[in-house]
């Protein structure tokens, strides 16, 4: 009989008696609202920029570098996580991200304001990989789907909430407002796991090698950078900024894959690729978060810059799939656990795929109602393919591995979406420069609005290639089952 994740551990804690709805609630809200601050500020930038006299570029850093942090840190959790109990990680967590609240809402500059964001970032980042860890030590594979839908849910539903929230708040207060409201709840969260959280997690403290984390600081961190760069326009990618990045990142990465290969107690632990399903589920997740992307990015650019909506507007257009996503992930957890991944991940990239084509087909005259279908119907899509996919790979994984996997699973995630990011900009900027070379009156605003759409369908289309890509992945996935321990 499999008694993954409740089986006593290494240091005879029988996971078995702990009561898991304190542990999951207390997690829930933190993640929750950590999350939701992802999204919540970039509305705010419009008025930043004149509020604090910075450029739009440089506003752009409190989005940037947060990523940034966040890419830095998850690679690093997967050892912090087998040196510090749940309680540690989690209570430390929550303190970082509630004092980088306070300092954002007090915030009297830019530089400040950055520091705020950067504290909020180290929260998040040591937080999410956490709550996953913590999912797969509590539950067995036959119960974990269900668990994980349920954090699909705060995942989803956090970030879609956030552009809409920001405007509700930004349209009657002051943007400091966005980060008063935060505060309490964040503080709340600290004071219920305080209380309740109980540590499951097995405390090995393992070797600290400290140049595998400089290597995966300088990896991960030059790559991060070096794309989001690329994306905000300082020059393109023929920049020394972007170029050099790249380049020191790659270097970097290269040799802490080699350095982790060859270690008797590695940072992260590259064997987890050796469970074939856990390899397919990572390159799954690179592509869909991708074409994700390239729409959750797009969409925005194509209502406010051709459609010429409000950011209100175009966050309300936005809500209701994302809210559907979130509400779906519970019952695609649950299918998951009856019918296995195939039975989700397969129509759901199938459905990616036509949705995405569909995309391609949008235009000027194409009515709200109709974008607003065309997201519904492909939050749905990715509610069927991402938990699943994620739950069956890390299910493959024997314990040891439940750190590395997760923090693998949630860098490459990260790292995904700064190339998203900036790749998908790149290809929107190109598609607009080729059509307003070749107009007749380029500064025409109906010319422009035409060339804005231009780059947007190159850019559907090149997340179309990536759909299919996806859909091949999904036809070689297979159920998993925990490896006898």
């Known amino acids: 009989m499999n008694t993954a994740g409740v089986a006593p551990g290494p240091q005879g804690k029988d996971l078995g008696n702990i009561k898991k709805l304190p542990i999951m609630i207390s997690l829930i809200i933190g993640a929750f609202f950590s999350i939701l601050n992802e999204t919540l500020l970039n509305i705010a930038f419009p ?22 942090l966040v890419g830095v840190l998850v690679p690093a959790s997967a050892l912090l996580v087998q040196w510090f109990t749940t309680r540690q990680m989690f209570l430390g967590a929550m303190f970082l991200f509630s004092l980088g ?37 509590l539950y067995p594979p036959d119960k974990r789907g269900a668990a994980m839908g349920t954090i699909g849910l705060v995942i989803m539903f956090a970030p879609a909430i956030g552009p809409t929230l920001s405007g509700l708040i930004l349209d009657s207060l002051d943007w400091r407002w966005l980060f008063y409201m935060v505060l309490p709840f964040a503080i709340f969260a600290f004071f219920f796991a305080f209380i309740y959280l109980k540590n499951v997690s097995d405390i090995t403290k393992p070797k600290v090698d400290v140049f595998s984390i400089v290597l995966s600081t300088l990896g991960f961190g030059g790559i991060v950078f070096g794309f989001s760069s690329a994306g905000e326009g300082h020059g393109g990618w023929s920049s020394p900024q ?8 790659a270097i970097s990465l290269i040799w802490f894959v080699l350095r982790q290969i060859g270690s008797k107690s590695p940072m992260l632990d590259l064997r987890a690729f050796k469970s074939p399903m856990f390899s397919l589920t990572t390159l799954l997740l690179i592509i869909v978060m991708m074409t994700l992307f390239s729409t959750l990015l797009l969409l925005p650019f194509l209502l406010q810059g051709a459609l010429l ?17 979130g509400l779906l992930s519970p019952l695609t957890g649950k299918l998951f656990d009856k019918f296995g991944p195939r039975a989700l991940v397969i129509p759901g990239a199938a459905l990616l795929i036509v949705i ?36 069956n790979g890390l299910n493959q994984l024997p314990r ?22 900036a790749f998908f900009i790149s290809i929107m900027s190109s598609g607009q420069r080729v059509f307003l070379e070749n107009s007749s009156d380029p500064t025409a605003p109906q010319q422009q609005a035409e060339a804005l759409l231009a780059g947007v369908q190159k850019s559907f289309t090149v997340g179309l290639v990536f759909a299919v890509a996806g859909l091949v992945l999904a036809l070689f996935m297979k159920r998993t089952k925990a490896p006898e321990e």
């Open 47 to 68: 008025d930043l920029v004149v509020e604090l006299g910075v450029t739009p570029s440089t506003i752009q850093w409190l989005s940037t570098g947060y990523m940034l």
């Open 101 to 137: 609240t306070l300092v954002c809402a007090v915030a009297p500059g830019f530089s400040v304001l950055l520091i705020g964001r950067l504290l909020q970032a180290a929260g998040t980042g040591l937080m999410l990989p956490v709550l996953m860890n913590t999912i797969l030590v």
């Open 242 to 249: 972007v170029y050099v990045s790249l380049i020191v990142g």
């Open 309 to 325: 909506l409000t950011a209100f507007t175009t966050g309300l257009i936005m809500l209701p799939g994302g809210v559907l996503n």
């Open 356 to 391: 995405m084509y569909l995309f391609t087909q949008v235009s000027l005259a194409t009515t709200t109602g109709m974008f607003i279908a065309l997201h519904i119907s492909m939050m749905i899509a990715i509610s069927m393919i991402m938990m699943p996919a994620q739950t």
């Open 400 to 421: 040891k591995y439940y750190p590395h996997g997760t923090a693998i699973l949630n860098t490459l995630q990260q790292v995904s979406g700064a190339i998203g990011v």
